[in-house]
């Protein structure tokens, strides 16, 4: 089946991971619940896709995740008492969450890698492209990415991946790209995609983060990809055997991102997240600026 000229309408979330660098936070709430400023980060992931008119998500779950079912569902006795309290915005808030799209879900099973919760979105998705965001990227709403990675997908019928920029010595903590420029494009042709290589042994420092748009040529492959690095079913691996192969649906590209991103993947990180997007809200930042000074000040001393 041709996939020319379809366009992109799905989103998948894999969200079944168990967050065990939050714990003990995560023993009993998804990580993707955990807040960051004053939403649950699967909240900005979701907002990105419906931004894009990504409005049909699937969100790939496992065992102990039911309150993002709950997030993004209607409560009507919470609404009515925010009503009758004449609280507005905080009314609004909470139904902005419940109105973001059509979300569906459905288990993983088995913990077997981000290859595997990509292929429990077969039946959903179909044979149409779709993209892919993973909960620990979160990128600004102010900032153009996976429009121009959909873009990329209908222009080349293959399948797109991001990439950022890294410190060569950080390279080890990410998939990395061996591209190759495309002459009068903006984007990049991936040759190679290798799973956390060694620094000396890095292609480049162009590492892959969470958004990928995907052909379902993908599927196929990942129906045979055997366990990867962990003894896990690697996106990767399906990935590179798309790169290197010919035919409908094959060739990987690559755009880079040089936009603001949030990673909240670990402790660090996710407090690095909160406060940069806190300093930004028009609510806390100006609060949040005229403290910060004095009280680095003060580390100091």
Same mark, same amino acid.
């Given at each position: 089946?041709? *996939?020319?000229?379809?366009?992109?309408?799905?989103?998948?979330?894999?969200? @079944?991971?168990?967050?065990?660098?939050?714990?003990?936070?995560?023993?009993?709430?998804?990580?993707?619940?955990?807040?960051?400023?004053?939403?649950?980060?699967?909240?900005?992931?979701?907002? !990105?896709?419906?931004?894009? /008119?990504?409005?049909?998500?699937?969100?790939? &779950?496992?065992?102990?995740?039911?309150?993002? !079912?709950?997030?993004?569902?209607?409560?009507?006795?919470?609404?009515? &008492?925010?009503? $009758?309290?004449?609280?507005?915005?905080?009314?609004?808030?909470? %139904?902005?969450?419940?109105?973001?799209?059509?979300?569906?879900?459905?288990?993983?099973?088995?913990?077997?890698?981000?290859?595997?919760?990509?292929?429990?979105?077969?039946?959903?998705?179909?044979?149409?492209?779709?993209?892919?965001?993973?909960?620990? $990227?979160?990128?600004?709403?102010?900032?153009?990415?996976?429009?121009?990675?959909?873009?990329?997908? @209908?222009?080349?019928?293959?399948?797109?991946?991001?990439?950022?920029?890294?410190?060569?010595? %950080?390279?080890?903590?990410?998939?990395? @790209?061996?591209?190759?420029?495309?002459?009068?494009?903006?984007?990049? #042709?991936?040759? !190679?995609?290798?799973?956390?290589? $060694?620094? !000396?042994?890095?292609?480049?420092?162009?590492?892959?983060?969470?958004?990928?748009?995907?052909?379902?040529?993908?599927?196929?492959?990942?129906?045979?990809?055997?366990?990867?690095?962990?003894?896990?079913? %690697?996106?990767?691996?399906?990935?590179?055997?798309?790169?290197?192969?010919?035919?409908? /649906?094959?060739?990987?590209?690559?755009?880079?991102?040089?936009? #603001?991103?949030?990673? *909240?993947?670990?402790?660090?990180?996710?407090?690095? @997240?909160?406060?940069?997007?806190?300093? $930004?809200?028009?609510?806390?930042?100006?609060?949040?600026?005229?403290?910060?000074?004095?009280?680095?000040? /003060?580390?100091?001393?």
């Amino acid at each position: 089946m041709n *996939t020319t000229n379809q366009t992109v309408r799905k989103a998948v979330i894999p969200a @079944a991971g168990l967050g065990t660098r939050f714990l003990p936070a995560t023993k009993a709430m998804p990580k993707e619940m955990l807040p960051v400023v004053d939403k649950p980060a699967i909240q900005y992931v979701v907002e !990105e896709a419906v931004k894009v /008119g990504l409005h049909d998500i699937l969100m790939i &779950t496992g065992r102990n995740k039911r309150a993002l !079912e709950d997030h993004f569902d209607r409560v009507p006795a919470l609404e009515a &008492t925010l009503a $009758d309290k004449g609280e507005t915005a905080k009314l609004s808030s909470i %139904q902005a969450a419940s109105n973001l799209g059509d979300i569906h879900y459905v288990r993983q099973g088995d913990p077997n890698g981000l290859g595997h919760a990509v292929l429990r979105a077969k039946q959903h998705v179909g044979y149409e492209p779709f993209a892919v965001l993973l909960g620990d $990227d979160l990128i600004d709403a102010r900032d153009e990415l996976l429009s121009t990675m959909i873009e990329v997908q @209908a222009k080349t019928g293959g399948s797109v991946v991001a990439l950022i920029e890294v410190e060569p010595s %950080q390279i080890s903590a990410y998939g990395c @790209a061996d591209i190759q420029e495309i002459d009068g494009e903006s984007y990049v #042709r991936i040759n !190679e995609l290798v799973e956390k290589p $060694d620094v !000396e042994d890095a292609p480049s420092n162009l590492a892959v983060i969470g958004r990928y748009v995907l052909h379902p040529a993908v599927f196929e492959v990942l129906e045979r990809t055997g366990p990867g690095r962990g003894g896990e079913i %690697q996106l990767t691996d399906a990935l590179q055997e798309l790169a290197a192969g010919d035919g409908e /649906g094959h060739g990987v590209y690559g755009v880079v991102f040089r936009g #603001r991103r949030y990673d *909240t993947g670990d402790k660090l990180s996710y407090l690095k @997240a909160c406060v940069q997007l806190a300093i $930004d809200s028009d609510d806390l930042g100006p609060g949040l600026r005229e403290w910060l000074p004095g009280f680095t000040a /003060g580390l100091s001393h």
